[in-house]
């Protein structure tokens, strides 16, 4: 089984997020082979979720507040992400820590906080150009993967990483596969020390319908997290069809 997780990010207003779900909702997908889920805007979540009820799809949210309720002006809480029926929540995506400058310790909060709301975090990890040129992709990682693991305690409760350089992301210089494996393989060993049981690892950066079986055929690459391709409906049906060929 592969994940294929589609991130619509900010591409889609709100009637065409429902349209694209309603869309996706007609299709038959063998589940057997692959986990499916979605994370749309935040204004369209509900309407999402209500649209991918019965179908092979899940939902996430892109982004979530670590306090369930309060006086913070323009956020949303993983509790009330979870209310709506959400599963899974995108956790420290480059565009966050980056465009948004959230830090790893607000990175930590929000994977606590999803935990603790009953949603499934997917934490974002990932180099950037600059690091890979001075060789330093191991110690972004490391450093990623330690603010946001050393002493949490998961107590059964599930995880996911994705794997996204940030130089492959939206740029269609997607990563070699043989060097997503390398780095998926490094993630896993790595994070033994924290002891967190069985933690998929996906890829993402500019994955395409062409590209995707040269990723998902690895074994140690769990899974895919798509940007862009994902919120083109013709596309994204045909990189899921691959995955499940
Ligand atoms: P991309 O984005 O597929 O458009 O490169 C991936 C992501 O940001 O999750």
Known sequence: MKYVFGNWKMYLGYDESVGLAKDLAGQNFDTKKVTLAV????????????????????????????????????????????DIGCTYALVGHS?????????????????????????????????TKEDKVADKRQY???????????GLSLSGRKLLIAYEPVWAIGTGDACLPEDAQDVIGWIKQEIMQYHLGEVPVLYGGSVTAQNVLSFTSILDIDGVLVGGVSTKKDECISLIRSVCS
């Open 95 to 127: 565009e966050r820590r980056h465009i948004f400058e959230e830090h790893s310790d607000t990175v930590r909060k929000k994977l606590e906080a999803s935990l603790e709301a009953g949603l499934i975090p997917v934490l974002c990890v990932g180099e």
């Open 140 to 150: 972004r990682l490391k450093k990623q993967l330690m603010s946001a693991f050393e």
């Open 39 to 82: 994370f749309p805007s935040a204004i369209s979540t509900k309407s999402i979720t209500d649209e991918l009820k019965n179908s092979s799809f899940m939902v996430g949210a892109q982004d979530a507040m670590w306090i369930p309720h309060g006086a913070y002006t323009g956020a949303v809480s993983a509790q009330m992400f979870k």
